[in-house]
C-alpha cells in the first residue's frame, strides 16, 4: 500500500473502450479529455452556483412558510441527511451502471427540487425540495469517480483541484446571483437554480461520453450497504477515510463558527464577514486552480497532502489567537492555501487504493463522511465557541496537526512493511 504515494508514470489522452473480446481498445471517435474535464466542471459549478443562490435565502424561504427557527435549521440539516443517506447508493450503483446516468440523474434531481421549492405551499413541500436535492447530490460523488477513471494517478490531485475549484467559485458567485434574482421576487432564484440545472444536465447528456471502466458482475439494484462494505475491505484505506472524516469536521468548524468568532472578537458585521469569506474562497480557488498542480508535481500527492494539512493546521491555530483584524486575516492565507491542497490530494490519495471498479463506492463513501462531518462539526465548534474562541478554532487546529503527524507516521509504516515484502520475495527467489 505504499503505492498509495506512488506517483505514475503515462497521460491518458484518449478515452478507451471495451471490445467484444474483452481488450481496451481507443476510440477515434472520442470526445477528447480536455472537454470531459470542461464539461465536467461546468456541470459543476453550475450545479453548485445554483446551491449558492438557495441557502443565504433558505430562511426567507422558511420564514414565508412560518417555519421557527428551530425548523429552519432542520431544513439545512435535512440536506446533508438525505446527501449522507444516498451517496453510498449512487456511488455503488455508478459503479454498476456507469456514470453519466447518475450525474444526469442528480443534475435533474437538484432541478426538481429547486422546482418544488419555487412553487411550495406549505413548510412540508420545502422539506420535500430539500430531501429530494439533498438525495440527489450525488453528482460530487459521480464526478469525482469520472475523473479517477479518466485521469492517471499523478494527474488526479489536479483534476479534483479543477473541481475544488468549481466549489469555491460557485459559493462566490451564487449569493451575488441570488440577490440579483430576487428583485424579482422569493421564488424567482428556485427558478434561477433550477435553470441552471437544467442546462448543465443537458450540457452533460449532449457532450459527454461514457468512459471506460471495469463493470461490476450481477445486475439489479445494489444493498445501500454494498459500496461501504467494499471501501472498508481495504484496510490500509481506513486511517485514511478516518482522516478525510476528521479533516472536513474540522473544516465545518472553521465555516459553520467564522462569522460568530470575529463578530465576538473584533465587532465585525455581516458585510465585512462576507468580504472575508470572499477573499478566503478567493485564496482556495487560486490555490486549487494554480498551485496544486505545481506542488503534486514536484513533491507527489503524499507529501502535498502532509505540507497542506501543516499548513491549515498553523494558519487555523494562529487565526484561533490573533488579537488583531490584520494578524487574523493573514493567518487565514495560509489556512486557505492548507485547505486548498489538502483537499485534491487526499481525493487524489484515496483514489489510488481502490480498483477502478469501485471508484464510485469510494466517492460515494467520502461524501458520507464529509456529510456527517458537516453534521457534527457544527456541534462541535459552535458548542466550543460558548466557552472560548481559542477553544473553538484551536482545537480544530490541533486535530489537523494531529492528522499531519499520524498520516505521515502511518506512511512510514505502510513503506517500511512494502520494502520488507519485497526483500522477503527477493530472498525466496
Not at 169 to 198: C, D, E, H, N, R
Not at 295 to 304: E, I, V
Request: charge should be positive.
Amino acid at each position: 500500500m505504499g503505492t498509495l504515494f506512488r506517483r505514475s508514470q503515462g497521460v491518458c489522452r484518449k478515452f478507451v473502450c471495451r471490445a467484444e473480446d474483452g481488450t481496451m481498445v481507443q476510440d477515434s471517435g472520442a470526445v477528447p479529455r480536455r472537454r470531459a474535464l470542461a464539461i465536467l466542471f461546468g456541470a459543476t459549478l453550475t450545479n453548485l452556483i445554483g446551491f449558492g443562490i438557495i441557502i443565504p435565502l433558505l430562511p426567507f424561504y422558511g420564514q414565508r412558510m412560518g417555519a421557527s427557527e428551530l425548523e429552519i435549521g432542520l431544513l439545512f440539516s435535512s440536506f446533508s441527511i438525505a446527501q449522507l443517506l444516498a451517496s453510498p447508493l449512487w456511488g455503488a450503483l455508478s459503479d454498476r451502471y456507469g456514470r453519466k446516468p447518475f450525474l444526469l440523474l442528480g443534475l435533474f434531481g437538484a432541478a426538481a427540487g429547486y422546482v418544488i421549492m419555487a412553487l411550495a405551499p406549505s413548510l412540508e413541500w420545502l422539506f420535500v425540495a430539500r430531501i429530494v436535492d439533498g438525495a440527489c447530490g450525488g453528482i460530487i460523488t459521480t464526478v469525482r469517480a469520472y475523473l479517477a477513471d479518466i485521469l492517471e494517478e499523478r494527474e488526479r490531485a489536479r483534476g479534483f483541484g479543477l473541481i475544488g475549484a468549481a466549489f469555491g467559485i460557485g459559493f462566490i458567485a451564487g449569493p451575488l446571483v441570488g440577490a440579483v434574482l430576487a428583485i424579482w421576487g422569493i421564488s424567482a432564484p428556485a427558478w434561477g437554480a433550477a435553470t441552471l440545472s437544467t442546462v448543465a444536465a443537458l450540457w452533460t447528456f449532449l457532450g459527454l461520453p461514457e468512459p471506460a471502466r471495469h463493470r461490476t458482475t450481477g445486475g439489479g439494484i445494489p444493498a445501500w450497504s454494498e459500496g461501504i462494505r467494499r471501501v472498508w475491505a481495504y484496510k490500509p484505506l481506513r486511517p485514511f477515510l478516518l482522516f478525510d472524516f476528521l479533516f472536513w469536521s474540522c473544516q465545518a468548524v472553521y465555516q459553520t463558527g467564522f462569522a460568530l468568532l470575529v463578530h465576538r472578537r473584533f465587532g465585525l458585521g455581516e458585510r465585512h464577514v462576507g468580504y472575508l469569506l470572499a477573499f478566503v474562497g478567493a485564496v482556495g480557488v487560486f490555490t486549487q486552480l494554480v498551485l496544486v498542480e505545481r506542488l503534486t508535481r514536484r513533491l507527489g500527492d503524499g507529501r502535498a497532502f502532509q505540507v497542506g494539512i501543516t499548513m491549515a493546521a498553523v494558519g487555523l491555530g494562529g487565526a484561533s489567537v490573533a488579537p488583531s483584524v490584520v494578524l487574523f486575516v493573514l493567518c487565514l492565507i495560509p489556512a486557505a492555501v492548507g485547505s486548498g491542497i489538502t483537499i485534491p490530494t487526499l481525493l487524489s490519495v484515496l483514489s489510488r487504493a481502490v480498483p477502478p471498479a469501485y471508484q464510485g463506492s469510494l466517492q460515494g463513501v467520502t461524501t458520507s463522511l464529509e456529510g456527517l462531518a458537516r453534521i457534527l462539526g457544527p456541534l462541535w465548534g459552535n458548542g466550543a465557541l460558548a466557552f472560548s474562541p481559542l477553544l473553538s478554532f484551536g482545537s480544530a487546529a490541533l486535530i489537523l496537526g494531529a492528522i499531519g503527524v499520524a498520516s505521515s507516521l502511518y506512511v512510514q509504516r505502510l513503506s517500511q512493511s512494502d520494502v520488507r515484502t519485497e526483500s522477503a520475495s527477493e530472498r525466496v527467489g
